[in-house]
């Protein structure tokens, strides 16, 4: 029986480093530091190339939460298998794509992809966690690992990725196929622990429950998962403009590359010190950090040009790695581990959604009138989103904190 355990233990830990290298591999992307100027080699306008993510976001929509529950039934292992299957055809296909038509194509493969291997991953870190019996705080580590891995793994793809543009487009996406495909070989070594309930926990089943159990029970579960896909949104439609902002420096693919990569030194360094931050300063100066980085991020940008505008845009970098430890964490620990996939899933797909609506009409402002009036109108959002979403989670952890102070003080 020790045996067993051993191995079973041995198994566990070799899952969290599978997932880590899993995460690694998704996410170094050597095209994307250069995406914008790839997609106008091909004859596409920005305008066409936020239409283009808004129907990948689309196909996202309509797979995401199908995706969670079958991460919950069939396990998390199947999922990233499919997802992993998915990554690797998309950028197979892009090798040929040439066309608006043919690029939709590989942005459906990609949303199968990204919607499979979303809340599998997270929710298998997270039940791996548990399986091994490691407490909460080894769960806002491991997350703040995994995110971390991810933004590292952005960084070194962006500075591969810029300097294989410099010379060719085509290599850079023959070399990205070849990387997609390692993926694959992860998830097929991946270990599916068992989902273990603290005793009293109610098994949830179907979306009707599941829906339930985020809008009508704990009031901070909810506003999180209102706030965060909201704050994923106010730090990924920079995204897709930080590249024009660069071009029109003047700056060459190479610095694309490096820029990049710092940003995603700065996601990787955030999440980092994120669960630090928290303990430290508390949970709701981190939570007012996170609403107020936005706000001082776009207005930045919108008003300030060249290098400095460049480099306080590594403010909402920042804020997003701070946002994927301490709001995601703070989701997860509140959901039962056999819906948790679901849920993930479900924050996903709000956030693309989200961007679905508003990126085609923020890349047809940015054409129109102009990036700093599409990072003006960003600026105006963060501070709504503040106020009516970031204000009331606040209200909300402080009452949580007065309540268990005030049980702490009670005698016996």
């Known amino acids: 029986m020790a045996v067993e355990n051993q191995q079973s233990t041995a198994a566990l830990q070799r899952n969290i480093r599978i ?56 396990g998390r292992r199947s999922v990233l298998l499919i997802g992993s299957i998915a ?39 997270y039940d791996t966690e548990k399986a091994l019996s490691n407490s909460e705080d080894s769960h806002t580590d491991s997350i703040a690992h995994l995110s971390s ?35 694959l070989l992860l998830a097929l070594l991946l270990h599916e622990p068992p989902y273990r ?14 829906y339930a159990h985020l809008m009508r029970g704990d009031r901070i579960l909810r506003q999180t998962f209102v706030a965060l896909p909201l704050y994923n949104l106010c730090t990924f439609h920079v995204a897709w403009l930080v590249q024009p902002y660069w071009e029109a420096q003047g700056l060459s693919l190479v610095m ?12 990787g360094v955030a999440s980092q010190c994120g669960h630090y931050l928290e303990r430290s300063r508390g949970p709701v100066f981190a939570l007012a950090l996170i609403g107020l980085l936005p706000v001082l991020g776009h207005f930045g940008m919108a008003w300030l040009q060249g290098w400095a505008g460049i480099l306080i845009g590594f403010i909402l970098f920042f804020c997003r790695g701070l946002c994927q430890v301490i709001m995601v964490n703070a989701l ?6 056999n819906v948790r996939a679901t849920v993930n899933s479900l924050t996903s797909l709000n956030f693309r959604f989200g961007f679905m609506l508003t990126g085609p009409l923020l890349g047809r402002v940015a054409e129109s ?9 960003l600026g105006v959002a963060s501070v709504v989103i503040f106020v009516l979403i970031m204000l009331p989670l606040i209200r909300s952890v402080q009452a949580l904190q007065r309540d268990k102070a ?5 005698p016996g």
């Open 19 to 74: 997932i880590h290298a899993l995460a690694f591999f998704h996410m170094f992307m050597l095209i994307v530091p250069v995406i914008v100027p790839f997609f106008q080699s091909k004859g596409l306008s920005l305008s066409e190339i936020f239409y283009l993510q808004a129907v990948y976001a689309g196909f996202i929509v309509v797979l995401e939460a199908p995706s969670g529950m079958l991460a919950d039934h069939f």
């Open 87 to 125: 990554h690797g055809l998309g950028y197979a296909w892009l090798i040929f794509a040439d066309s608006f038509v043919q690029l939709l194509v590989f942005e459906c493969l990609l949303g199968v992809a990204a919607s499979m291997m979303s809340g599998a991953d997270l929710a298998l870190l």
């Open 149 to 183: 891995t991810k933004a590292f793994a952005e960084g070194a793809g962006a500075l591969a990725g810029g300097a294989l543009a410099m010379n060719s487009f085509d290599l850079m996406v023959a070399a990205q196929a070849g990387v997609a495909w390692v993926c």
């Open 197 to 210: 309930e603290a005793p009293g926990t109610q098994a949830l089943r179907g979306f009707r429950a599941i």
């Open 256 to 267: 694309f590359g490096a820029l990049w990569f710092a940003q995603s030194l700065t996601v």
């Open 332 to 337: 997860n620990r509140r959901v039962p581990g």
């Open 369 to 377: 009138q102009g990036l700093p009036v599409a990072l003006g109108a």
């Open 406 to 410: 005030r049980t702490n003080a009670w």
